[in-house]
């Protein structure tokens, strides 16, 4: 089971909770941190999202920000992530500074990830031009319609079940500074409904010409991914190649080491997996000889009896 953590560092800078900052002598400086500004609506800090916000605009010099978490803004799993990206955007004649977004910061204990409540969180790409960093979390009622940003190099979206639909608007998109996109497929259970053929405009790698660390992880079709992957023009502009907390299998790890060469990666991710000790050693005898660092950690055994049908991802609800 999955349990979701706060972000401990977002843009390249520590994650610091606005709320429990007090007084200019504990309070970074605003360029200093990311900061999460969140409410509770369950605990002693229960006003509207709006007035944290307001609060943080009046407090943190907001022309000093360069990174902002959206926290918990309600009861996520009841109030979309519309209010708190719509009031971003009002504010971005203030934050002028402002480099990373993250949307709905939210850990296990505030909402399951698929409780979460996401919106159209495009227009943030129109409102901030200079934005370099984006990152949701939650694929409930997510929209990515196709856009076009100049200047963002991370894309990451965090789900239990990615729709194809924003998959589809994210590969649609044109983002010619993308370096880094990581996507959380998800299960079908959850509406992640993403099949192979979904991915390849990402595949053929003339989508994002500078991308060189990929994510396509946490799907239930992990070896199929695999099999596509290991023959994708994508690959030889790749320096970290990340298919992690899926399904992946003895299958779909033999597809990639008879596929094209992966010794120019400096990092294969593949924590999270149901590869036996064999093929374990099979990945590892291939490349770190190379100088790419294998990730293998959590190895993981079937639910039951069921073999194949008894993997799981690491993030569903």
Request: aromatic residues 6%; negative net charge; charged residues 25%.
């Amino acid at each position: 089971m999955y349990g979701a953590q706060h972000l401990h560092e977002f843009g390249g800078l520590p994650a610091v909770d606005f709320q429990h900052t007090a007084g200019e002598g504990s309070r970074p400086a605003a360029d200093a941190a990311a900061w999460r500004v969140s409410v509770n609506p369950y605990g002693d800090d229960d006003r509207p999202w709006e007035e944290a916000f307001a609060e943080f605009l009046e407090t943190v010099d907001p022309a000093g920000v360069r990174a902002l978490i959206i926290g918990q803004w309600g009861e996520a799993y009841d109030e979309n992530s519309s209010v708190p990206v719509n009031l971003v955007i009002a504010a971005a004649d203030r934050l002028t500074a402002l480099e990373a977004v993250f949307v709905g910061d939210l850990e296990a204990e505030e909402a399951e990830i698929t409780w979460i409540q996401q919106s159209d969180v495009t227009p943030l790409l129109a409102a901030f031009p200079a934005l370099t960093e984006l990152g949701v979390r939650g694929g409930s009622e997510l929209v990515f319609p196709p856009t076009k940003h100049e200047r963002l190099r991370s894309l990451s979206i965090q789900a239990g079940g990615l729709p194809v639909e924003v998959v589809r608007g994210v590969l649609d998109s044109e983002l010619p500074a993308l370096e880094r996109l990581d996507l959380w497929l998800g299960v079908s259970a959850y509406d992640g409904d993403t099949d192979v053929a979904d991915l390849a405009p990402l595949l053929s790698g003339t989508r994002f010409p500078r991308l060189n660390h990929l994510g396509v992880r946490n799907s239930e079709i992990q070896n199929e991914i695999a099999s596509a992957i290991a023959s994708a023009p994508v690959v030889a502009q790749l320096r970290v190649l990340d298919l992690s907390n899926g399904t992946l299998g003895d299958e779909g790890a033999a597809a990639l080491l008879e596929g094209q060469p992966l010794t120019h990666l400096e990092l294969l991710d593949l924590h999270h997996h149901f590869l036996t000790e064999a093929m374990e050693e099979r990945v590892r005898s291939a490349l770190e000889p190379h100088g790419v660092r294998v990730d293998l950690s959590e190895r993981c055994e079937p639910w039951g009896d069921r073999g194949a049908e008894g993997r799981y991802t690491a993030v569903s609800e």
